[in-house]
């Protein structure tokens, strides 16, 4: 746990900061979004399966 935490600690601000153009700002940015988006859809997707499957029980 102590190592995903590690890897997750990026400062966005200083990378957007440093960007050479605002295709690599927009990059970050959507990039950043991503893992939430999915994470967002997997919880859905489990949601939906568990609700679908106590109707049949």
């Keep these: 746990m102590r190592?995903?935490?590690l890897?997750?600690?990026v400062n966005i601000?200083?990378?957007v900061k440093h960007a050479p153009d605002s295709s690599y700002q927009m990059?970050?940015?959507i990039g950043t979004?991503?893992?939430f988006v999915f994470f967002a859809?997997?919880?859905?997707w489990m949601y939906y399966k568990a609700k679908k499957r106590?109707?049949?029980d």
């Design 27 to 29: 990059g970050v940015v």
């Design 54 to 56: 106590d109707k049949f």
């Design 41 to 44: 859809a997997l919880a859905y």
């Design 7 to 9: 890897i997750q600690q």
């Design 13 to 15: 601000a200083d990378k």
């Design 33 to 35: 979004f991503i893992p």
């Design 3 to 5: 190592l995903i935490s």
